[in-house]
Structure formats: C-alpha cells, structure tokens
C-alpha cells in the first residue's frame, strides 16, 4: 500500500531527469494514485519520486496538439475517399480502413489522457483503464496490419502484374473484417487474465503489465511482439522490397527500349530527374521509417520490463505512448495526401489546404499507379 508520509517541515531537494523540484521527503510517484487503483500498481514504481509537473504539462499539449492534427487530417481521408465516386476501390477501402483505427484512435484516446495529465495521475478508475488500454491496442494492432495489408495490395498489383487477381471490394472488406477480429482477440486476452491492463509508470495512461514476473504475463508480452510487431514488421519489408525490385526492373527494360528505338523516354509525363523507382524507394523507407519509430519505442519499454535489460523510469513511458499515438498523424499523410487523385479531390473540396497536383503524379507509385501496371492500380 502506498503512504503519503509527508512529515510537517520536513521537505529536501530531490534531483531527477536533469530538474530540480522540491517535494515532500518520502513522497513517491504514486502517492496522487486513487485507492481503488493501487491493486494495480506494480512495487517497481514506489522507489520513484513524483514526477515534475512540467512533464505531464507538456504530455497534455503534446497530444492535444496530435490529436487535432489527427483527428481533422483522418476525418477529411475518411470523408473524401467515401464521398468521392472515383476513390471507391477495394484497394482505398483499406486506406480508409486505417484512417478509422487513426481516427478512434485519437478520438477516444486522448481527451481522457489529456485530463489525467493535467490531474497529473489516471482519475477513471480500474474498469476504465482496463477498457481505455485495450482501445489503445486494438486501435493500434488494426492500424499495423492495415498497413502490412495496404503492402500486400500494393505488392500484388506491382509485383505480379497481371498475373495477379485483382482485390474485390468483398475481398476487401473481409480482409478488414479479419483485421478487427483478430486485433481484438489479442487485446481483450488480458481482461481474461493472459496478462492484465495496469497504469503505467507515469501514472496518467494505462497498458499491458509488463513488469510482472508471472510467466504466462511475460509470454503474452512476448507473443503479442512477435505476431502484432516483428510478422508485420517483416511483411511490409518483404513486399516493399520486392516492389522496388520490379519497378527498377521494368524501368531499366522501358530505359533500353527507349535506347533501341533511339528515342528520349517512352514515358511523355516522366519527371526529367526523379525515376519512378526513386519514388517508390522514398515511400517505402518513409513507410518502414514511421512504423519503426511509432512502435519501437513501446517495444523498448515493455521488453526492457520483460526480461529487465534497463530501468524503466516514470518519465521513459511518456516516450512510449507519445510516439505510438504520433503514428495516428503522419499515417493520412503517407497514405492520404501521397495518393495523386485524393490531392486532386481535397484541391477540389478544400483549395486553401491543398496544392494542385501535378501532371506527372497520375502516376504516383505512392498510390499504387505506376506504368508496371497502369490497368489494374488502384484508383
């Protein structure tokens, strides 16, 4: 049971995270923790002083700030993309299958974030912070292999050509189906006791409890790495790789037979510096780029509890949940605003938050149509 035994006079100077801040003598990180919460607040947490206030200050305006940015860039992908005629393709109803999970994500994640920062400790109770970290994870399990499966389209359509079976807009919507489904089977399993949802160390958000020692509460740490982390991880990187390879490969074919014909380019719309291989390449290390550094930090942190590599401090978890909500903003940028014919319809909608695409984007292989397979891209 965590005590406040703060003693009448009794006050010296306590040094942390580079800041000096004057508190009670034996107060704890934990001390502002409501009763009915302190069943779930693991002993590790105790041997830490209260955090600077300044700390979860910035944690509240930081995801203000996200989520606005968030919420109004997902709401305008989610609103054009399903009212716009052209942009209704099984291959954009994974598009917008993302900018949904991004949407909740910060529609019901932050606001209640934003109010424990400033009461600077989680003030909604053991079922809350149980339905709040399995929202967070649902959401953010949906979002990484709504991305692994927006890979796969793209890999499909690129790499085997026409060969491929083109996606079906029942074929998409099963995938999105099996998305969810399988997400939230992996993040209701700690309400049925595979682990459990705890605050974490900074005591205004909650998530999996990776400092328990039990077994079956390190496996599930482990297990859902590997399959919601490293398999999506190496799915996006294999069908990536192979995209780039056959664009290069038919570049280096269209270059030499323009070279046969004794011609500039076979290409009348081709950028007179930037390749089409070079565009793809740009997105897929943006793409990978963004995904490493939304989720390797949540990574850290929980197997770093896990198998106690490092200490885990209250202010190395704000870290986690600030870069894994990030991932809710720059993912309508990659997916959204990259996509040449969603540009054209926000220019056409909004023309103060766009710019006019230009001609040479219609064949933007950041939204799939390249000249490997300019009939069966997605629109």
Request: hydrophobic share 45%.
């Amino acid at each position: 049971m965590a005590s406040n035994y703060l003693e009448t006079g009794a006050v010296k100077m306590n040094t942390w995270d580079g800041h000096m801040s004057a508190y009670g003598a034996n107060q704890t990180v934990v001390d502002k923790v409501l009763p009915e919460m302190l069943h779930l607040i693991d002993p590790h947490w105790y041997q830490f002083p209260p955090m600077n206030p300044l700390w979860h200050s910035l944690l509240g305006f930081t995801i203000t700030c996200l989520a606005i940015t968030s919420i109004t860039g997902n709401g305008m992908v989610i609103y054009i993309f399903t009212t716009t005629k052209h942009l209704k393709t099984p291959s954009n109803l994974l598009v917008v299958n993302l900018a949904v999970s991004d949407f909740l994500m910060m529609a019901c994640m932050a606001p209640p974030l934003v109010v424990n920062s400033y009461n600077e400790t989680w003030v909604f109770g053991p079922l809350f912070c149980a339905i709040y970290a399995c929202g967070g994870s649902l959401y953010g399990t949906v979002s990484i292999w709504t991305m692994t499966a927006i890979a796969f389209d793209r890999y499909n359509v690129i790499v085997k050509g026409i060969a491929a079976k083109p996606m079906s807009i029942n074929g998409a919507l099963w995938r999105i189906l099996l998305i969810w489904l399988s997400s939230l089977a992996w993040t209701v399993a700690p309400i049925f006791g595979w682990n459990r949802y705890v605050p974490e160390g900074n005591m205004t958000v909650c998530g999996t409890d990776y400092l328990s020692k039990d077994f079956w509460s390190r496996c599930y740490i482990v297990t859902f790495a590997v399959f919601c982390y490293f398999l999506p991880l190496a799915l996006i990187i294999y069908s990536y790789w192979f995209i780039i390879q056959a664009v290069a490969a038919h570049e280096k074919a269209m270059r030499e037979q323009a070279k046969k014909m004794n011609v500039a380019s076979l290409r009348s719309s081709e950028a007179a510096n930037t390749s089409a291989e070079c565009k793809l390449a740009k997105v897929a290390l943006v793409t990978i780029s963004l995904w490493f550094m939304a989720w390797t930090p949540y990574l850290i942190i929980n197997f770093a509890g896990v198998f106690e590599t490092a200490p885990i401090s209250p202010v190395s978890t704000i870290w986690g949940s600030v870069f894994a909500k990030a991932n809710a903003v720059y993912n309508p940028i990659v997916y959204g605003i990259s996509h040449p014919k969603y540009r054209a319809a926000l220019y056409q909608r909004f023309p103060s938050l766009a710019c006019t695409p230009s001609t040479d984007e219609n064949g933007s292989v950041a939204s799939g149509n390249t000249a490997v397979c300019d009939e069966k891209a997605p629109a």
